[in-house]
T-cell receptor, first 112, second 111 residues
């Protein structure tokens, strides 16, 4: 039973345009949501997080939006750069101390 | 400042054998979590250690056990290896209550 779902296995976006990665979750007890980025042969790198009391969090080119009623979150990357090509994992937990539940990931390709 | 380090990088074992993986947390971190990432999947939580005790455990059998040492480093042990245990094993460290930072992982192949 997948509690965090990333329904798009891959996404291709032109360099300079906006990349939007989507994620749905089923467990209403999740209180904290995160995005991780992973390059081959490396561990996941923390990108950005959002608490359930917020609906938006911004950090430079990265913005995460949370829609609690729809149990949906999205990561926006603007503008997309070649170095953004990686696998992006959406993740959720019951709090910062809690175990992290990951989605299967979305592979983002930034096209020149 | 060294990040999270894991050893070994790669490991090949035979079914039925036992394996020990090691993790050194990022400087200043006191909590270590272990994850298993199978091919094409996201990481799956195995367990978490804080103050040398297992604080949380995911849905993994007792063949998976761990330990945290006074210097906060940690080991993951897997007994009676199965082919299905082949995966990337990730260690993540954090300061209790803050974001987890991952190491590069240990690639375990069971033949």
């Amino acid at each position: 039973d997948q509690q965090v779902k990333q329904n798009s296995p891959s996404l291709s976006v032109q360099e300079g345009r906006i990349s939007i990665l989507n994620c749905d979750y089923t467990n209403s007890m999740f209180d904290y949501f995160l995005w991780y980025k992973k390059y081959p042969a490396e561990g996941p790198t923390f990108l950005i997080s959002i608490s359930s009391i917020k609906d938006k969090n911004e950090d430079g080119r990265f913005t995460v939006f949370l829609n609690k009623s729809a149990k949906h979150l999205s990561l926006h990357i603007v503008p997309s750069q070649p170095g953004d090509s990686a696998v992006y994992f959406c993740a959720a937990s019951g709090g910062r101390d809690d175990k992290i539940i990951f989605g299967k990931g979305t592979r983002l390709h930034i096209l020149p | 400042d060294a990040g999270v380090t894991q050893s070994p990088t790669h490991l090949i074992k035979t079914r039925g054998q036992q394996v020990t993986l090691r993790c050194s947390p990022k400087s200043g971190h006191d909590t270590v979590s272990w994850y298993q990432q199978a091919l094409g999947q996201g990481p799956q939580f195995i367990f978490q250690y804080y103050e040398e005790e297992e604080r949380q455990r995911g849905n993994f059998p007792d063949r998976f056990s761990g330990h945290q040492f006074p210097n906060y480093s940690s080991e993951l042990n897997v007994n009676a290896l199965l082919l299905g245990d082949s995966a990337l094993y990730l260690c993540a460290s954090s300061l209790w209550g803050y974001e987890q930072y991952f190491g590069p992982g240990t690639r375990l192949t069971v033949t």
